[in-house]
Every structure is written in structure tokens, then in C-alpha cells.
């Protein structure tokens, strides 16, 4: 029998991609989502990409009732996690509604996984633990703070999960360290597609080269960067959820759990980003600098050869092929999930 897997936020920009991965590895998944930030169409094109009907339950990890029903009519084996609120701007005008999704959530789903004996785990945390980091490419032993109330709420998270751990050593938990992901499956049938304005890079770069927004703003050209942008290391959503795969099998057969960053290593500024895409959509995209973001760090990579060695992880896609991809996913639009 195949090993089946709850994926809460599975219509989430990175759980998608992370459905896909693991049905292609063969294993059964169950979608948990809210689709508080996920399009309502996702499931339909995700069965359209994998041949196979999505198990779908619309539900709020907050809502213990809704995960024993899940964990009472099937047996799971493991449960990833991605289900959580991710603005960094939007956790500043609003702390306590992070603190209540993102810490609350994982802690009503950590204990209906206890009633349940499902001990199998994989966390999305994220680079923003890190901070502003003293020194570069970021290991996993670095010193760990926060800048905002959604890094608070992932620095948390990770120490909850030590002390269960701590306290039950049933738990094996996979930690992973996303840096900054972006692209798109190469169907150009799912992709990151922010309600809003976008705050992040990429996407909203993507929407100045589909005309949609007129010009990037740059934060900040005076780092002790390269060009003086700021500089971070973008992973091909694909390869991130080849990571879950990985930490999954890892968590099955070990046993054990693992905390690893989940980046290529590299690290590209603000206009290297913005050159490429340029070059992937075939004009010179038009930008202004402006002042400095606060909360920004000036460089953030990572070193990834912990999550080489542990779980035999290493990105293999290119910044082209990033770039490529997502304006791949903004052209066919037509056929984007409503
Ligand atoms: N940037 C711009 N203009 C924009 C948006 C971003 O110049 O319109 C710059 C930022 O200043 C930064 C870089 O592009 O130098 C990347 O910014 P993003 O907002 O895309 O990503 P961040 O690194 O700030 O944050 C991301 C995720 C967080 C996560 C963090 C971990 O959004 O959830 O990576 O490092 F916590």
C-alpha cells in the first residue's frame, strides 16, 4: 500500500509543486487547504497535471474537529506542513494573526497528530530565522533571531517542535530552511499567483513584464553587495519541493528528524534577478531605485551541504531556468486555476 501523506495548504504555491513531486514518486497525498491564498481551481489542475483525482478536504488546520475527522477515516503516515500565513509586511500591521495561524496552527495540528500516533513531520521554516546573518553562505548553526512577526512565528514554530521532541521521541521532524523560492512547474499550469500586489521579487516582476504593474522599485542600491542591490539565493520552486521528497523518505526510513536549509548556495542581487527575466521575456524591464526596505539584510545565501549530505539534496535548476519558468506560468494565464 502507498504511503499517504496529509499536505496541509497542498493548494499553496509550494505545496502544488510538492503534490506533484510526490505523487510522481508515488506516493498517496490528502490536500488540507482553506483557500485563504490558494485559487479554488488549484485541485482541478493538479489532477489535470498528475492523471489522478486530488483528495481534497477544504478545512483550517485551527479546526482540531477537522483534522481527527482526517486522521479518524484514513490512515495517515505523515503530515507536511505548509499551511501558514507568509507576508512579512502583513505580519507587522497584524502580529497577533500570524502568531494565531502560524503558531496556533501548528500546535493544534501537532497535538491531533499525537491523538492520532502519527509522528512523521515535515515543517516549512524559512531563511527569515536567520535574521540579518553575520556571515555568509548561512549554515544551519548560525545564530538564529528575527526581523518581523512572521520570522518570530518561524523561529517559535522550530522551537516548539524542539521541545515535543524533546519530550516525546516519537516525533521525527524534518526543519526546512526555505530561502527564496520562485519559478513555476513546467506545465505552466501552477505558479505563485499573489492575490495582491505583490511583495516579493519575482512575482512582482513578473507582473511589470506582463504590463500588469509599470516599473519595479529597486530597495536600496548602497549595500555592500555586488551592484549594491540586495542579494539572496533563489530556488527553483521544483527543486524545493524535490527537497520534501527527499525529507520525507528521509523521516520514513531514518526514523529520525533533520534540519537542514534548503537553498542552491548562490546568491543573486536585485538586478541579476531582474537581467534575467528581462532576457526571459524578451525586453528590458524598467525599474527605479528607491529607499531601502526596512528589515531587509543586504545578503542572504545559504550553505547547502548539510541538506547534501543528510538527504542527498542538491538544486539543479539555473536562474534562467527559474526566470524562464515563471514567465512560462504568466503566459498561459488563460488556463491559470480561477
Ligand atoms: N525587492 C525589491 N523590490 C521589490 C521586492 C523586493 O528591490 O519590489 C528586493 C528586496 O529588497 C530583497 C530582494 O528583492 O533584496 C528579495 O526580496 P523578497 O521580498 O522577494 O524576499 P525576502 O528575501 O525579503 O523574503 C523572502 C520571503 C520571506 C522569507 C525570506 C527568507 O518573502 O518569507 O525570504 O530570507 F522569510
Redesign the pocket.
Known sequence: MATRVLLTGGAGYIGSHTYVALCEAGYECIVLDNFSNAAHGVPDVLEKITGAPVQLVEGDVLDRGCLDHIFHAHHIDAVIHFAAL?S?GESIANPLAYMQCNIGGLVTLMQAMKAAGVYHLVFSS???VYGNPEALPVPETAPLSYASP??YT?LACEQIIAQAGAADPKWAVGVLR???PVGAHPSGLIGEDPKDVP????P?IAKVAAGELPQ?????NDYPTQDG????DYIHVCDLAAGHVLSLKSLLEENAGHLVNLGTGQGYS?LELLDAYSKACGRDLPYQIVE??PG?PAA?FADPQRARDVLGFQASHSLDEMCASSWHWINTGAQKPG
Open positions: 507568509k512579512v524559512s531563511a527569515s512572521y520570522g518561524k526555505y530561502f527564496n511583495n516579493n521579487l519575482m512582482y519595479l522599485s529597486v530597495f536600496g542591490t540586495g542579494v539572496r536585485v531601502r526596505r531587509d542572504s
